[in-house]
Every structure is written in C-alpha cells, then in structure tokens.
C-alpha cells in the first residue's frame, strides 16, 4: 500500500549542525494584479553536504525557493538560517559576500559573458572577490580541468557547445569553494545523454567539494539521483525518498 504523503520536516536534529535551518516560510508574489501564493509554513532543515531535489509542477514556487535560498529574494513570512545567521538580517553587502564566497548558482540559461573567453568566464567570482588575476586564472584553470574544459580555456564562450557552456557554468559556480551549489533545471535545454553527464558531474563535484547540492527540475532521473526527493506541492513540501 502507499504510504500517505506526510509534510517535510527535515532530517531529525542532532551531530553535526544543518546548512540551513528554514521556519514557517511563507512567500507570495504578484502577477496581473492576483496574489499568487507559492510557499505556505515550511519548515525543514538541509544538512552539510547533502543532495537535495525538489521537484513540483510549473509556477508551483520551486525557483521562488531556490532564490530565497540564494539570498535573490526576501519571504514575506518565516525565517532562513545559513549556518546559524538569519539571513533576512543581513545588509545587501553582506548577503553579496555571502553568495560570492559560501553560495554557488547554477541556472537552465548559463549567463555566461559573451565577449569574454571561457577562462575568463570562470575566473569571475574570483575576481569579483578581489583574488589577484593570475591566482583566479590559475583556479580557473583547474576547474576547467575538472569538468573537462581544458582545451576549450581559451576559445570565447559563444563557440561552446550546450553541454560545455554548462559545464562552464557549473566549474564558475563551484570557483570560490561555496557551501551549497543551487541548481535551477540544470539540464533543462541539454539532450539526454548530455544530461546525464551533467548529473554525473554534479555528484562528482559534491563529493569532491563536499559541498551540499539542492537541485530544482523536472527531470526525475536527476532528481531520483539524489539523496532526497521532496515535492513542492500546494505551498508545501513532501518527501518522496520512501
């Protein structure tokens, strides 16, 4: 028989303390003059290191909850612990320093820069963060290794593949050694078989990094190869890892 679909809660406390701790989280945005409620009291917590997929149906607030991970956005209601600091109560310079040294992004589209080379492109936190440019290119590089960029370095972005832009995008996100890597339908626009090496280069990384992971899509294959599985459905969240 299946088992009832029960709200999200979180692993249970204790050990080591949880990346994020999120309480009674409520969030709405308006559109047309309507108020569309998308988040409704979550409360859960995601743990250091660990893989997160949330899946959901379109417009059912799955990026509105990955921004408000990010520090892109503000709740309306609830409180976001990273790491024992209430975010909300962060300046806007602090959340900035926060997302460019503990908070990775990647999204569907790869926003890479267009007039600049592939290095350059993933050098950018780096720089951004006031690391010397021969330091920055030298990480870069590295990374470029890692995702299996290094003959394209020096090729502008434009002439990338799909697949490598992604790549690209994923080694950017992952330069300055964050905490969390966030990651919107990040094999939206790739073919299957380019898909799954993204995912296989996201596990990799993960365990590489030892950074956590929390992944928003709609590709359950991605989100069956993650260590746990939640539906945002409604304005709440459900397990599905049973």
Do not use: W
Request: hydrophobic share 40%.
């Amino acid at each position: 028989m299946e088992m009832p679909q029960q709200p999200c809660q979180g692993p249970q406390e204790g050990g080591q303390a949880p990346l994020y701790k999120i309480i009674s989280l409520t969030h709405s945005y308006e559109t047309a003059g309507e108020r569309i409620q998308v988040l409704q009291d979550i409360t859960m917590q995601i743990e250091q290191q660990e893989t997160l997929a949330i899946v959901g149906a379109s417009g059912s607030g799955k990026s509105s909850l990955l921004h408000l991970l990010g520090t892109l956005a503000n709740a309306n209601q609830g409180t976001i612990y990273f790491e024992g600091i209430d975010i909300a109560a962060l300046s806007a310079g602090e959340k900035a320093l926060l997302r460019n040294r503990d908070i990775g992004f990647v999204f569907q589209y790869h926003y890479m820069l267009p007039e600049f080379t592939t290095l350059e492109n993933v050098a950018m936190p780096a720089l951004v963060g006031g690391v010397p440019r021969r330091q920055a290119y030298e990480k870069a590089g590295a990374l470029l290794e890692q995702v299996g960029l290094t003959h394209r370095a020096n090729y502008n972005v434009t002439l990338l593949s799909g697949g490598e832009r992604q790549r690209a995008a994923i080694a950017r996100a992952v330069l300055n050694g964050p905490k969390v890597l966030l990651a919107d339908e990040p094999t939206g626009n790739l073919d299957a078989t380019t898909g799954q090496k993204i995912i296989d280069l996201l596990l990799e990384l993960n365990q590489r990094h030892k950074m956590a992971m929390v992944v928003v899509t709609h590709n359950m294959e991605l989100a069956a190869q993650m260590g746990r599985c939640l539906e945002l459905k409604s304005g709440d969240l459900y397990d599905q890892t049973r």
